[in-house]
């Protein structure tokens, strides 16, 4: 099995605003708490460990929003591989978020759907008046959003978005505005809402 | 807590009081009501539906369950309601407001049928509503009458049977002839024999050997897969079985995308259920054969649908394609063998081995056989997932199962075949729907998604959309499609904006061809297809755009007021 590499580790590791993943917004992820995740995901040989390690990363991308580079390295760690490995799968799949979430976090469907009803004016209208791109936030870390290039599933209400934990369909500029500007107001965030979505054993077993 | 089965007979035994069990269900004095969720209605609050429900009925007799949507998301969250002595009723756009209202008897003009052969006061079958009409449900049949998370629900509807019929009946040659015979093709989008697969899969004599699944589905415009999962997980799960038995694979494989977070439960659901019969692990059924299942995620990259590249994201790297040969089934998952499928194929599966592949190849056209999962976007009245037998035209499709277009929209085109291939106008709907017959004018069936568009959508504008997520979604491993296709976008951009000329045009042609010759996958061998389409099909938008610095649809960003001008005149 590959080993991590012991000098970047222990370098970044040392630093104590990363060991607590801290960042400008102030998001954290509990190392401790990775390593309780990460033991769902036993294995029993070289073939399992590699298979379980995009489930792990997602698993870990859905409770936190993101996953930051000592949770990265912890996740290498756990599966005896090295964090420029683990790097590369985060920045590959569209999924994965190397950067916090802001309080709330939209997915703006932009599948062919919601594109021949308009979502295109939708993703500029988020730029123009809330100047959030994609997979961008706003600057006062209220607002994430991630366009889908895949689709959401709702296509006889496109266009759609998925705010926290609500579909708003139909979308116009104006319902947009309504719907982020009601979940700001609500305070609360997207953790609010969060339920794991995947459950149970990995590999079931 | 069942034991496990451990002989046909502890199955058979298994089997018939399921179906006791089930009969007494629906011919028994208690209320059954049965709320449809799935990834759509949940969206439009059809788990709040089922808390009112069970809220309602708490303390009662009544049963209420959760099955899954049947594929008409224009009238969701719908729900379906068996009184004792009458058949079962499904009512539409029920709203958490509506429930008790709904259980009084008061919403008669939202039942939109009978789920039955027959009418029952003045409500007409399901069946003989236009969207179901024209449909023949395979795959689909047990869609919203099953609860999907109960194994013995789907045993009583027999599933699972196929299997033991596998187990038990039959040979590997004879089960794989079965398949063959049903002239069954890959209903991923390639269109490959599923029987020469799975006979050169069980030729392979490297061990172990593999059968995956592919349920990645990541075109922005298909959603058949992902229902599968929610509406009926133990198809997919026999069929794999099925394929594991007769080709010699000790482990499969089910690699579904992780934007389907219902999906994923409900199949982990029916893997675990089958595990605890010991349908599935050690032993199956007490004939010494052993096969696991393992079910992996993706992380929303569209290139992972493409095989390889499919196989490297389940080894834990970055899915990016290899060159070809060796072909999976002799290189595959872990340089072992490795049997690929589609999931609707595989579903399709277990209803062939139990009435014979002659029955299926009956089904369809001669080149196309059995029937196909369709699902639809755009401005169109029924929006849902049909499966209907190969060979249906797009117009009964478009006109009749899906209603037609909304008030205020008229039909432009219809994109077919996802992100591969071009779209279809107004007069070339008489195509049959199937592999082979719309090739001919640029169209594919691919994976069985249409889009339909509307005068707002600008044919190069969407060529501009297709053509951006080809390039976003490039693996950036070969060159021709990783800096090709942000090229063509560059090009169209300027169309857009006003200052293309009638160069680019033949500029665009020409580096489609590099695109499509020199590209290492699948995928990028056809990512210029719908740009090239567009620009057959609608000439004369490219055109104006050019020449005349006009937009008809007004959707790009060249001049507005202008055009807005030109539309009033």
Not at chain 1, 99 to 114: I, N, S, V
Not at chain 2, 56 to 67: L, W
Not at chain 2, 439 to 451: D, I, K
Request: net charge negative; aromatic share 6%.
């Amino acid at each position: 099995m590959e080993q991590s590499s012991p000098s970047v580790v222990g370098q970044i590791a040392s630093d104590p605003a990363l060991e607590n993943g801290a960042h400008p917004t102030g998001d954290a992820i509990d190392l401790a708490e990775v390593r309780q995740i990460l033991a769902q995901f036993h294995y029993r040989d070289f073939q399992e460990a590699q298979e379980l390690i995009l489930s792990a990363l997602q698993e870990i991308n859905e409770h936190y929003g993101w996953v930051s580079l000592p949770a990265a390295e912890v996740v290498a760690a756990h599966f005896g591989t090295t964090a420029s490995r683990i790097y590369g799968l985060l920045t590959f799949y569209a999924d994965f978020r190397t950067e916090p979430r802001g309080k709330h976090f939209m997915l703006l469907c932009h599948g062919m759907a919601c594109y021949v009803m308009g979502s295109q004016r939708l993703i500029q209208h988020l730029e123009d008046d809330w100047g959030v791109a994609d997979a961008g936030t706003t600057a006062d870390g209220e607002l994430t959003v991630q366009v889908v290039n895949g689709c959401l599933g709702v296509c006889d209400r496109a266009p759609i978005c998925k705010l926290d934990a609500d579909y708003i369909g139909d979308l116009t500029a104006e319902k947009l505005n309504d719907a982020i500007r009601t979940a700001i107001a609500g305070g609360g965030s997207w953790r609010d809402a969060h339920h794991p979505v995947v459950t149970g054993s990995f590999h079931d077993r | 807590m069942t034991d496990k089965l451990t002989s046909r007979e502890a199955f058979a035994q298994f089997q018939r009081s399921a179906s006791e069990r089930w009969d007494a269900l629906w011919q028994g004095e208690k209320l059954v009501v049965s709320v449809q969720v799935d990834s759509s209605s949940v969206a439009k609050g059809a788990l709040q539906v089922l808390a009112a429900c069970r809220e309602v009925f708490r303390g009662t007799d009544a049963i209420v369950r959760e099955v899954s949507g049947n594929g008409a998301m224009w009238m969701e969250p719908a729900v379906e309601i068996k009184r004792p002595g009458e058949p079962p009723i499904v009512y539409g756009w029920i709203e958490p407001g509506d429930v008790t209202s709904l259980l009084a008897g008061e919403l008669r003009d939202r039942a939109v049928g009978v789920r039955g052969p027959n009418g029952f006061a003045g409500i007409p079958p399901l069946s003989e509503h236009p969207f179901f009409q024209h449909q023949h449900r395979i795959v689909m049949e047990e869609f919203g009458v099953i609860e999907p998370d109960s194994i013995e629900d789907a045993i009583a509807r027999g599933a699972y049977g196929a299997l033991a019929k596998v187990l038990f009946e039959m040979t590997a040659e004879e089960a794989i002839a079965e398949v063959t015979a049903s002239g069954l093709r890959g209903r991923g989008g390639a269109g490959f024999p599923a029987g020469i697969k799975w006979e050169s899969g069980r030729k392979a004599r490297n061990r172990p050997k593999f059968v995956v699944v592919n349920s990645h589905e990541g075109e922005p415009n298909v959603y058949k897969d992902r229902r599968i999962h929610e509406g009926d997980p133990h198809k997919i799960l026999e069929g794999m079985l099925i394929s594991s038995v007769v080709c010699g694979a000790d482990r499969a494989y089910n690699y579904i995308g992780g934007e389907y977070p219902l999906g994923i439960r409900r199949f982990r659901k029916a893997v675990a259920d089958a595990e605890q019969l010991g349908l599935i692990g050690e032993n199956i059924l007490g004939t010494g054969r052993d096969v696991e299942v393992r079910v992996g995620t993706g992380g929303g990259a569209y290139i992972c649908g493409e095989g390889s590249a499919l196989m490297y994201s389940v080894m834990g790297v970055r899915g990016q394609p290899r060159t070809k040969p060796p072909r999976s089934v002799e290189e595959g998952l872990w340089k072992r063998p490795t049997i690929l499928n589609n999931t609707e194929t595989l579903a399709a599966v277990p209803a062939i081995i139990n009435n014979g592949g002659e029955w299926f190849s009956q089904i369809g056209t001669a080149t196309s056989a059995g029937t196909k999962m369709m699902t639809v976007q755009g401005p169109l009245k029924h929006v849902g997932l049909v499966e209907t037998p190969m060979g249906v035209t797009l117009r009964t499709l478009i006109d009749g199962v899906w209603g037609g277009m909304r008030e205020g929209h008229q039909f432009r085109g219809v994109q077919t075949g996802g992100v591969s291939a071009g779209p279809l106008t107004a007069e070339q709907l008489d195509y049959a729907v199937d592999f082979d017959s719309m090739t001919e004018v640029g169209g594919m069936l691919g994976s069985g998604g249409f889009v339909v568009f509307d005068q707002h959508v600008c044919p190069v504008d969407f060529a501009r959309y297709l053509t951006a997520f080809n390039r976003v979604e490039s693996c950036a491993k070969c060159t021709p499609c990783h800096r090709g296709n942000p090229a063509l976008v560059e090009i169209l951009d300027r169309i857009r904006l006003g200052g293309g000329s009638r160069e680019d045009l033949s500029l665009m042609e020409r580096t489609s061809k590099h695109i499509i010759d020199l590209s290492l996958c699948g995928l990028g061998q056809v990512a210029p297809m719908p740009l090239l389409g567009m620009m057959k099909m609608y000439p004369q938008d490219f055109l104006d755009h050019i020449e005349n610095h006009v937009c008809a649809a007004g959707a790009c960003p060249i001049a507005t007021p202008v055009v807005l001008a030109t539309a009033a005149d």
